[in-house]
């Protein structure tokens, strides 16, 4: 095919990622178009592009889903390329298949690779001849109750029943013991029926105690095809990820390429270009299973950006031009760590229910090897009609304790108010004996994690503080100057 230059770019999305998008479109001399919605007409991401035009009212379905409206607004300003982002239409083939009707680049796979990873058993049987392990399991939809008793007593239980159209952590459920078996079969093909209008459901065996580990890939529309590592994802709360990191604690070197070597296998099965998420679930013995491939830029990119000091949306802005990647595997090595934690406005305390509010304060933290993705501002309303994520926090070190350490400097620094958010339980996560040595699965939030443990956090820190106090009374009685600056602006700062 031949090369084109893409000159205007359309960010089919909000918030931190359409601002993400822009800016390497920027750097390379692309201009942008935003689109928001009614609730986003004061957002960051539409005063960061060079246009900006209002596709409708709040509610997604309306608006950022909307995609005559968009395809209208890219033909009127004459954009040659759409970014979806993540969410949203990014893994919506009909979309894709729309803009390229349209003689627009879907920045993006082919609409065919979405359809098939879009859809998990269609996606395991595509993969199936590329010798890439799976999670034992069927590969068919199931329905029938009697069917589904005799596969899950083959499988062993416990057992996890998965939409197949599933996504964002939703439409799985596990069951312990064949008495629950048809109860939850009708439970999760009703509930995947009315969230994924499809009911299908297939059943594979529940593992005990994984971890999440995925592989970032790249590939261009001339058959080269490349993995950028790994990403360890197993720090989840609702099976989705609040904490992320590259590398992995746990994997060596040739677990690393048999890893990749597999996901460029999952990509070969739909002929994959793009960047692209392969993820696995890996056991008590580092034997990894495929899960799912995200056909998108992934949430969790930046700490891949940092290790390997690729520019993700540039290298997927170069191959939707039809450029060759530049670089090859052996070209590629892993430079330092880094962290991501997902800055969430919800509450941990209260199982970690999403919260609407406004960032009443809201201060960033900065320095070495720190980055912060975001698209808010201070007095900003986190609206509730999308994702309660604020932003990302990404530091970055020379090996994971300076990655770590740096994160709970950068948590320190970063002041919001007005509402709850996961930097406590990330801080508390990063602090923990089991994140430190890397011996955690995505169990952990179960396992160690209980709401009172932020509590007894700050009731401790309020014990200090009053002690302080009554210490503070006591010299200035004696006035004495015996008091260091540093307790005694930290103690103001809490009462
Ligand atoms: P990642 O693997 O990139 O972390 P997530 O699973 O956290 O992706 O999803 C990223 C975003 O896309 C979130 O906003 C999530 O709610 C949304 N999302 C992903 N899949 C679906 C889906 N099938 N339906 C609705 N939203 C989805
Ligand atoms: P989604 O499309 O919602 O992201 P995934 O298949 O990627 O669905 O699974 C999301 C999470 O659910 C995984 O990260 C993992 O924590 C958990 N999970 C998925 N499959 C299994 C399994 N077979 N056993 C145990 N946990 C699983
Ligand atoms: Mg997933």
């Known amino acids: 095919m031949p090369e084109v230059k893409i000159k205007k770019i359309l960010v089919a999305n909000r918030g931190e990622i359409a601002i993400r998008v822009m800016r390497t479109a920027r ?34 379905n309306k608006s950022y889903l909307n995609m005559d409206k968009i395809i209208e607004v890219c033909l009127e300003l004459n954009v040659d390329a759409i970014h979806p982002g993540y969410g949203f239409l990014s893994e919506n083939a009909t979309f894709a298949k729309k803009v390229a009707e349209k003689g627009i680049i879907f920045i993006g796979p082919s609409p065919e690779a979405i359809e098939v990873m879009g859809d998990k058993l269609a996606a395991k049987n595509a993969v199936s001849k590329y010798n890439v392990p799976m999670v034992p399991g069927v590969n068919h939809a199931v329905s029938d109750l009697k ?3 005799e596969i899950a007593d083959e499988i062993g239980y416990p057992v996890l029943i998965k939409a197949s159209a599933g996504g964002g952590g939703k439409g799985m459920r596990v069951v312990e013991k064949a008495e629950e078996i048809e109860e939850q079969m009708q439970r999760a093909m009703s509930e995947a029926e009315s969230a994924f209008s499809d009911k299908s459901v297939f059943i594979e065996k529940f593992i005990g105690s994984p971890r999440h580990i995925e592989i970032q890939i790249l590939g261009d529309q001339h058959g080269n095809l490349v993995y950028l590592f790994e990403r360890e994802c197993s720090i989840q709360r609702r099976h989705q990820k609040v904490i992320e990191e590259a590398p992995s604690a746990i994997l060596t070197p040739e677990k690393r390429k048999a890893m990749g070597e597999a996901a460029i296998g999952v990509a070969k099965a739909c ?16 034997d990894f299973f495929f899960l799912e491939m995200n056909t998108r830029l992934q949430v969790e990119h930046p700490v891949t950006e940092e290790i390997t000091g690729k520019d993700l949306v540039k290298e997927q802005i170069y191959v939707a031009e039809g450029k060759p990647l530049s670089f090859t595997q052996d070209d590629l090595t892993i430079n330092g760590h880094a962290i991501e934690i997902r800055v969430y406005a919800e509450n941990p305390k209260e199982n970690f229910l999403p919260e609407t509010g406004n960032l009443k304060t809201y201060k960033l933290p900065q320095g070495p090897g720190v980055r912060v993705d975001d698209g808010f501002e201070e007095g900003m309303d986190i ?42 339980f990330c801080s508390f996560a990063l602090k923990h004996e089991a994140f430190i040595s890397g011996h955690f699965d995505t169990k952990f939030v179960q396992t160690h994690f209980k709401p009172e443990m932020l509590d007894n956090h700050s009731e401790e820190e309020e014990q200090i503080a009053i002690a302080l106090a009554a210490f503070l009374l006591e010299e200035q009685k004696k006035a004495s100057n015996a008091v260091g600056e540093g307790s005694l602006s930290k103690w103001k700062l809490r009462a």
């Open 27 to 60: 750097e390379m001399g692309i201009k942008t178009v935003a689109i928001y919605s009614d609730a986003d007409v004061a957002s960051p991401h539409v005063k960061y592009a060079d246009e900006a035009v209002n596709v409708g009212p709040a509610p997604s």
């Open 147 to 149: 069917e589904a008793k």
């Open 271 to 286: 002929n994959y270009y793009g960047a692209g998420t392969v993820e696995f679930i890996v056991d008590e013995n580092i």
């Open 383 to 424: 609206p509730i009609y999308y994702d309660p994520m604020i932003s990302k926090l990404i530091t970055y070190g020379a090996n994971r304790e300076q990655a770590r350490m740096r994160m709970l400097r950068a948590i320190d620094e970063y002041e919001i108010s007005g509402l709850s958010t996961t930097l406590d």
